[in-house]
């Protein structure tokens, strides 16, 4: 073979791959520097975090103190010299949490730590007593089997979550096992079952209506594992599956003895009695964005976002108060150093992600004529630690480049660049449009712990790693409106 015809193979073999590599650009890190030293000198991300978790309280996607924590949002952005506005999407109804008090009463007394499952009716106040019992109920066919002994009880659908405690006693050999052979007969049952699209859809179905045939046959409520470690409850819920039947979320400790309870015929009995309110009719919601505008290319934008929603058993610090409250900063840092990005930035505080996404998902819908110009979207949503580097959300044409981009905040500990695919945060709703959006990766701070539960409080946000992250994101936000060209968009879905 001639080093010619030797040479075409290698182009001919090469050409599929250049689809898939973004052309090198060269990454400018001129006024990185100046960045870093106005985030960990002049930081203001603790006093704004603080006044979020202390003065304005958790923000509970359609509550009053989600629209004042927009309007603060806004006016904060303002006051460092960005423009600001809300921008309304459609919720739903809204939820509001009221007064709830549980007892067990057999086989002993004892007060029950208990929060209502979001978006769900409570009994109007009323002293609900009833029978604690344990009931599988997948089709109308189970719930007919168990009808006579759910009627008038407090019922538990689901065995106990796996909660695995580092300082508890060691799982057996036999308790994994035990629970190996669970997950094993239970994917069997799956499979032995009808799996026809039909079945499916029957399923689907049956779960949507569920807790309308629990209420009809005279449920008093549902007991859901709150599915941590030392009485931490996990709270979730959707305006989009407002729930006719109470629900209410029990430490997982609780959640075993009634289980044990049940098992050794001892009768449980829980009296609760819960006050909720569900709106009437659909309200609307704002993301709160501010904006640096750019000064060789305005109509191109780069966007840093968090969400700025939360659950409401504590403060909603590590999520998301904590992220949001660094993105407002990474906008104050850039203005303050006086370095003018050649594109817009744009900081959005996205509302409305608890309940999917909802805030996100509409802001790129409303903006999708725009997204052609959208250079990249970076959201940070795990927690209050600092950034450890970039997920490349399997974009690994960006690899080179998210390396570039990180260098100049390597130091600080933000250096690792990996293939991953993140879900469940706001970078999503941009992938579809053929954005490139990247969720953060961040040191845990037990996150999985705080989150969305009732330890969610100022005291675990960490000011060193929060003005990290403000650093990251600004350095990384100021570099890519910089960059020479629009990186190259990925594949569109509907
Ligand atoms: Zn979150």
Redesign the pocket.
């Known amino acids: 073979m001639s080093p010619r015809k030797y040479s075409l193979v290698l182009a001919l073999l090469a050409a599929p791959l250049a689809v898939n590599t973004a052309p090198a650009q060269q990454v400018d890190t001129t006024g990185a520097g100046r960045l870093i030293t106005q985030a960990m000198d002049h930081s203001e991300v603790m006093a704004n975090l603080r006044h979020l978790s202390d003065a304005i309280g958790p923000r509970l996607s359609g509550s009053p103190a989600m629209r004042r924590a927009n309007d603060w949002g806004a006016e904060r952005f303002r006051s460092y010299g960005l423009t600001a506005s809300l921008e309304a999407f459609p919720f739903g109804v809204t939820w509001t949490r009221g007064p709830i008090s549980a007892r067990l009463v057999a086989p002993f007394e004892r007060p029950v730590i208990a929060y209502s499952w979001a978006w769900t009716v409570g009994t109007g106040g009323q002293l609900r007593t009833g029978p604690i019992v344990r009931a599988d109920i997948n089709s109308p066919e189970s719930l007919a089997a168990s009808r006579d002994r759910i009627r008038g009880a407090w019922v538990m659908l689901n065995d106990p979550a796996f909660v695995w405690n580092p300082d508890g006693p060691a799982m057996t050999a036999a308790d994994s096992a035990d629970r190996r052979a669970a997950l094993e007969r239970r994917r069997a049952e799956r499979a032995a079952g009808d799996t026809s699209a039909a079945a499916r859809e029957r399923a689907r179905q049956f779960s949507a209506d569920r807790n309308q045939l629990l209420a009809d046959a005279g449920v008093l409520g549902v007991i859901t594992d709150g599915g941590k470690e030392h009485t931490l409850l996990t709270m979730s819920g959707s305006p989009f599956r407002v729930s006719p039947l109470p629900n209410i979320v029990v430490p997982h400790e609780d959640f075993l003895m009634f289980s044990r309870q049940v098992e050794a015929g001892l009768a449980p009995r829980l009296a609760v009695s819960i006050e909720n309110t569900i709106g009437t009719a659909p309200v609307e919601q704002w993301n709160t964005i501010g904006e640096i505008r750019g000064s060789e290319k305005p109509d191109e934008v780069v966007i840093v976002g968090a969400?700025y929603d939360s659950w409401d058993l504590s403060q909603g610090v590590t999520?998301?108060g904590a992220s949001s409250m660094a993105v407002l900063e990474a906008a104050r840092i850039i203005q303050a150093s006086g370095l003018r990005p050649k594109r817009t930035i744009r900081f959005i505080l996205f509302g409305g992600?608890?309940q999917g996404l909802i805030g996100s998902r509409a802001y790129a819908e409303q903006h999708a004529s725009e997204a052609a110009k959208v250079q990249a979207v970076l959201v940070l949503?795990n927690g209050t630690g600092a950034i450890t580097g970039q997920a490349l959300q399997g974009r690994t044409e960006f690899e080179q480049l998210w390396k570039d981009l990180l260098a100049p905040v390597a130091s600080l500990g933000a250096s690792n660049v990996r293939p991953n695919n993140k879900g469940g945060?706001d970078h999503l709703a941009f992938v579809p449009y053929g954005i490139p959006a990247f969720n953060y990766d961040q040191i845990s701070r037990g996150y999985d712990h705080t989150?969305h539960s009732q330890s969610d409080s100022y005291d675990k946000a960490v000011e060193g790693d929060l003005k990290q992250a403000a650093a990251v994101m600004a350095v990384n936000a100021y570099m890519l409106a910089n960059l020479e060209d629009l990186l190259p968009r990925g594949e569109i879905r509907d």
């Open positions: 969400h999520d998301n992600e608890e949503d945060t989150h």
